[in-house]
């Protein structure tokens, strides 16, 4: 937490002119309030201290009830801050941890997601992705050859927000930690394009200039596609060990975390979407490209996000079931957020782009 420090013998003036409660009154309650203009030092004064719209003090109280106090929107209780009179005399100014306005933290190690607040929701994450692996026939236990080198992995966890920043789902990937794969021994080729920021513009301007609708779909295990061309072998998963403890996971797919995964991802796209007919443009290897005589058809593909947008919305859903049959998708229908980016259509037609939630996450 950023913390703030100030001092005054007879307790530190707020930006209204107001003082913080007497030294007497050490580690008292938080005083939680919105952080208005004011209160950073917006104000005409340019005080910086907890006030309230009449320049009276925050009330002190329950942290725990005022920080979800349901007066204030969701926005306005993320931006809470909070001081405390500390036993030596000081008042220490600072933002309201994560936990405590409601963000969600998210796990570093498993041990961090089986323990905390939202196991439930995380194991059922941990669980829908070994079940994804194993059906995709990403690895399989086996014995590995005396003296094989065994790759280490780990989970990484996220909290996935829609455009409104609302919960959509806890997400779970086990990744390898190809960070210690041997060049020339492990992998070979590693690059894959993403799409570029320019071609996503132009196409969403493209869109808005005729009014094309735009629609947004994701690859599920995206990098669980493509069949390896190295022998590798992985250490257990965390928390999903077999009783035998001498078996190790062959690697038979490429995972999350290999240095050729993005390279082994965009090479088994770039194959479906030509059978389909779409051909990589020479400006963007990402954005791809069909036209025949029943319209004209774009998709831009950032790793396992795709953008797609047509004259017709016919072509859009047909070109969906297609790139469905070839892998397990999610279809989200128009699209709201990519990127980081909210989009969203004017009464006009026109595309804006929004980022919003981005820029307040960087100001709390």
């Known amino acids: 937490m950023d913390i703030e420090m100030a001092e ?5 003036s707020t930006s209204s002119g107001q003082t913080a409660p007497p030294r007497g009154q050490a580690n ?33 109280g329950n942290a725990d009830v005022e920080m979800q106090d349901r007066r204030y929107p969701l926005r306005e209780r993320k931006r ?4 405390r009179r500390e036993p030596n005399g000081r008042v220490t100014y600072g933002r309201i941890n994560a936990a405590s306005t409601g963000e969600i933290p998210e796990p570093s190690t498993y041990a961090e997601a089986t323990n905390g607040p939202h196991a439930e929701e995380w194991k059922k994450a941990m669980d829908e992705e070994i079940a994804a692996q194993l059906a995709n026939g990403t690895w399989e236990l086996a014995r590995p050859p005396e003296g094989t080198r065994l790759l280490p992995c780990r989970w990484v966890y996220k909290v996935k927000r829609g455009a409104d920043g609302e919960i959509e789902r806890f997400k779970a990937r086990l990744v390898a930690k190809g960070y210690e794969q041997r060049a020339g021994i ?9 799409s570029r920021f320019a071609s996503l513009r132009a196409l969403l301007a493209v869109a808005a200039a005729k009014g094309m609708p735009i629609h947004q779909l994701d690859v599920s295990t995206a990098f669980l ?14 928390g999903y060990e077999s009783k035998d403890p001498n078996l190790a996971c062959r690697l038979k797919r490429s995972i999350y975390g290999l240095k050729q995964a993005p390279r082994c991802w965009y090479v088994k796209l770039v194959a479906a979407l030509d059978k389909l007919g779409f051909k990589p443009s020479q400006a963007d290897p990402a954005l791809f490209i069909k036209k025949d005589e029943n319209g004209i058809v774009y998709l831009l593909v950032h790793v396992d996000d795709i953008v797609t947008t047509s004259d017709d919305v016919e072509l859009i859903k047909k070109v ?13 229908g128009e699209a709201k957020v990519f990127l980081g980016m909210e989009i969203s259509r004017g009464e006009n037609g026109e595309v804006k782009l929004s980022q919003q939630r981005y820029i307040e996450e960087l100001l709390l």
């Open 8 to 12: 005054n013998n007879s307790g530190p």
């Open 225 to 238: 596609n493509r069949e390896l061309e190295e022998e590798l072998w992985m250490q257990q998963p965390p």
């Open 28 to 60: 008292m309650p938080l005083a939680l309030f919105p952080r208005t203009e004011q209160s950073r030092g917006g104000g005409g004064d340019g005080g910086g201290g907890p006030s309230t719209s009449g320049g009276q003090l925050a009330p002190a």
């Open 80 to 83: 809470l801050i909070e001081w």
């Open 320 to 332: 969906k079931a297609a790139v469905g049959e070839a892998f397990k998708i999610r279809d989200l």
């Open 186 to 194: 492990d992998y070979g080729e590693l690059f894959a394009p993403t």
